[in-house]
């Protein structure tokens, strides 16, 4: 199976099941294109017609290199996973990451938040350190023989609760000692705490940090206000600035949201990027189809058109010299996830789950609150293994419509939550999610290949 797409001037052709990446001139592609579902004279005859100054002699050339990348498997290449034994149902899987939710409550009042504004169909709450420190504990017991573990202050507003953030990453070191693990903090936050102890902490003990902005000033203030209504960009940027100079750059990122009001989103992205941030992901809001901010069937035109947009002005500023990353462009053509990876995903309910202040656990972030959802507590373990099942089963081929999807084994068949929200089935397709994720896989990988041919490994 391939893909074969024309972008930004480049003529790409993705084989599916190896993942191999061609870059080729339009006979060539003409001639790939047509390869499984026309004979060869009929194609040679085509080509002829199509293209006077080729010759029969070219047409022979290109089919005998198809049958030699063939033969490496390089192109039109077997899936070699489908029909292999992946019952995920019945692969033992070990807890490997925590969201704790140290904060149900939050200083601001975004109006896309699906956390309610930090409550979570709840009551305002904060983690005691007790419940805090069980959950490292269960953590630790259901890992096995994993070594690095992930944890994520998450909420809400973590920083509303920041000395038991502090205690929970210091009984996180003792845990490493005493059981060989290395823990991976990382915290996400609105940055309107963030001060001096803050920045230095975060700094010294946090492998990642995520700062949450929407972009331009009068988007950012539309869509992430404080309670009272007040814009929070004036507050936030300064701050934002300082967090990504102390880290030189590095291990954070902006993390935006965009919607229906800012279907222009790439100009976001660029502004974050001109006021000097070089690590930057934008999502598009998933939100009830009734609610005014949410994206509409009819943006998808003007969406994708942004995705290439920001491809290639982020190509111009690489080569010259003022490049920067975009979560969603960010993909390994060489080596990436392992296969088990990327056939089921983030591993939500299996090996990632979310922990609420009383100490419940739930499959992600985006499921807390969901009654069907509750796996258990981190007091008693899991007690709902049945829901644990049903997402072993959150993969690729439980997909139909990922059957012959050229993006299957990049996007492990899409977010459950997504589809669950969406489609009422964590099994389902977010069918506008999909196509954002399959334009920017295409973006990705002719951003690729762009790099590529400036250093002259594609002739």
Do not use: W
């Not at 099941?17 to 005859?45: C, P, Q, W």
């Not at 300064?238 to 880290?247: I, T, V, Y």
């Amino acid at each position: 199976m391939i893909h074969a797409y024309k972008l930004n001037g480049y003529n790409i052709i993705l084989d599916v099941n190896s993942g191999s990446i061609h870059s080729v001139d339009d006979v060539a592609f003409d001639v790939i294109r047509l390869y499984e579902t026309m004979e060869k004279d009929a194609i040679t005859a085509q080509i002829l017609e199509t293209y006077p100054d080729v010759t029969v002699q070219d047409v022979e050339d290109i089919f005998s290199d198809i049958q030699e990348l063939k033969e490496q498997g390089k192109l039109f290449a077997e899936d070699p996973f489908r029909d292999m034994a992946f019952d995920f149902k019945k692969r033992q899987s070990v807890v490997k990451a925590l969201c704790l939710h140290v904060a149900h409550d939050c200083n601001m009042a975004c109006k896309y938040c699906f956390a309610e504004e930090g409550e979570y169909k709840g009551e305002r709450s904060l983690m005691s350190l007790e419940v805090g420190k069980r959950a490292l504990d269960f953590l630790v017991e259901n890992s096995g023989t994993r070594k690095n573990l992930e944890v994520d202050f998450f909420g809400g507003e973590p920083l509303l609760n920041f000395q038991v953030v502090k205690d929970l990453v210091a009984y996180g070191r003792e845990l490493e000692k005493k059981h060989g693990k290395n823990f991976r903090f990382t915290l996400t936050t609105n940055g309107v705490l963030l001060d001096e102890e803050v920045m230095d902490f975060a700094n010294r003990e946090m492998s990642n940090v995520v700062l949450s902005i929407d972009g331009r000033k009068e988007v950012n203030d539309r869509m992430r206000p404080f309670r009272n209504g007040k814009g929070s960009y004036d507050l936030i940027v300064p701050k934002f600035l300082e967090m990504a100079k102390r880290r030189e750059q590095k291990d954070y990122y902006i993390r935006g949201t965009y919607t229906h009001y800012n279907t222009d989103f790439s100009n976001d992205i660029l502004h974050l990027a001109d006021l000097g941030f070089k690590e930057l992901s934008m999502e598009p809001v998933v939100a009830e189809p009734n609610a005014p901010y949410a994206l509409k069937p009819e943006d998808l035109p003007k969406l994708l058109e942004e995705y290439e947009k920001l491809a290639v002005e982020m190509i111009r500023r690489r080569r010259n010299g003022n490049g920067f990353h975009f979560y969603h462009y960010s993909i390994d053509l060489t080596g990436g996830p392992c296969i088990v990876k990327r056939i089921s995903g983030c591993g939500v309910g299996t090996e990632y789950m979310a922990v609420t202040p009383c100490g419940d656990l739930y499959p992600c972030h985006q499921f807390v609150g969901e009654p069907e959802f509750l796996l258990g507590n981190v007091f008693q373990g899991i007690t709902n293994q049945s829901a644990c099942d049903e997402f072993k089963l959150c993969n690729v081929y439980a997909h139909e419509e990922c059957k012959d999807c050229f993006a299957r084994l990049y996007c492990s068949g899409g977010c459950a939550a997504n589809a669950y929200h969406t489609t009422g089935k964590v099994t389902g397709v977010y069918e506008m999610g999909c196509q954002l994720h399959k334009k920017r896989i295409e973006c990705a990988i002719m951003m690729k290949v762009a790099e590529a041919c400036d250093e002259n490994k594609f002739q």
